[in-house]
């Protein structure tokens, strides 16, 4: 009779785990987020400085990103960088995070297919 009982704590046990928290709806290069009414489309690496995994940098380093970005009455292709709240519409668009880390100099580079965005709309259209 114990042995159901286990059994059935192992599988509850097992469903409760605690998802990652969301840094922003993502996308990678050529898809699209979709962020508080807001439409970002990655379309380029334009910069990506960040300090690789496994090396002590002095600074950090950036990515910035050109974007294209549907208003609802028309579109513009904008540069992000990492961090930094750019205006658009009467809101703030923010590049949040950059997945995956930079890998080591020795391990192969990352690839534009590689790269993952969220982003973050606060604003109103």
Wanted: hydrophobic residues 45%; positive net charge.
């Amino acid at each position: 009779m114990k042995l159901p009982s286990i059994l059935a704590a192992l599988a509850l046990t097992s469903c409760a785990t605690v998802p990652p928290a969301e840094a922003g709806p993502t996308a990678g290069i050529g898809q699209v987020a979709y962020t508080n009414g807001l439409r970002v489309r990655p379309v380029a690496v334009v910069e990506d400085s960040r300090c690789p995994v496994d090396v002590q940098c002095v600074w950090a380093g950036r990515v910035r990103i050109s974007a294209r970005i549907d208003l609802g009455r028309g579109s513009e292709t904008r540069e992000l960088t990492q961090g930094i709240p750019a205006p658009v519409a009467d809101g703030t668009l923010e590049l949040v995070e950059v997945q995956p880390a930079k890998p080591a100099p020795s391990a192969r580079p990352l690839a534009s297919a590689d790269y993952r965005f969220a982003l973050r709309f606060m604003g109103g259209l």
